[in-house]
């Protein structure tokens, strides 16, 4: 079974730059979470979709960042204009939230480098 | 306001050596705790939850327990390929989906 694919899983950009980041979640999931991570504040929850719909958006940092998930199967992390503070990995995780444990599953993460 | 914490930072054993990894945790209606392992470079991985104090869950050398302030995982003679970062999520329900709030996790490492 495919897990959750993100793209691309490392970027290196100019401060300025409109980055676009990718993420396909486990089929059959309802539930989808961009998360970013780094060394000084950890696993930071961004914005959750369900069922397609954004839920909860008030992880985004600023008005930079925007987030989208036009079907069920692919959502993007978009930052324009990047920042150097931008830099972390950005993880997408997928859920199905109709019961069970409902554990998250990670992608392997987009390292993003604004110089 | 959610707040998981997470000691010790960093964790260095013996193989063999067994130890215990601490979270604690304050979140209104808690509706599970977990626990993530973490390879370097890799997406976090689910190892356990846990809904109610008194739980415990074991898997190989780990076990998780549960309290009403905090969870431990519990490492039992330890082998190098235990190495990693061990995160600890609460979550709680929002508008009708959970929303996981995040230690900042023990990077542990077993030297053979």
């Known amino acids: 079974d495919a897990g959750v694919i993100q793209s691309p899983r490392h970027e290196v950009t100019e401060m300025g730059q409109e980055v676009t980041l990718r993420c396909k979640p486990i089929?059959?999931?309802?539930?989808l979470f961009w998360y970013r991570q780094t060394m000084m504040r950890g696993l930071e929850l961004l914005i959750y979709f369900n069922n397609n719909v954004p839920i909860d958006d008030s992880g985004m940092p600023e008005d930079r960042f925007s987030a989208k998930m036009p079907n069920a199967s692919f959502s993007t992390l978009k930052i324009q204009p990047s920042e150097p503070r931008d830099s972390a990995v950005y993880f997408c995780?997928?859920?199905?939230?109709?019961?069970?444990?409902?554990?998250?599953?990670f992608g392997e993460g987009s390292r993003l480098t604004v110089l | 306001e959610d707040q998981v914490t997470q000691s010790p930072e960093a964790l260095r054993l013996q193989e063999g050596e067994s130890s215990s990894l601490n979270c604690s945790y304050t979140v209104s209606g808690l509706r599970g705790l977990f626990w993530y392992r973490q390879d370097p470079g890799k997406g976090p991985e689910f190892l356990f939850t846990?809904?109610?104090a008194g739980e415990e869950k074991e898997k190989e050398r780990l076990k998780a327990t549960l309290t009403k302030k905090e969870s431990f995982l519990h490492i039992t003679a330890p082998k190098p390929e235990d190495s990693a970062t061990y995160l600890c999520a609460v979550r709680r329900r929002i508008q009708g989906a959970q929303k996981l709030v995040f230690g900042q996790g023990t990077r542990l490492t077993i030297n053979p």
């Open positions: 995780a997928s859920s199905f939230s109709g019961g069970g444990d409902r554990e998250l599953f």
């Open positions: 089929s059959g999931h309802n539930s």
């Open positions: 846990l809904y109610s």
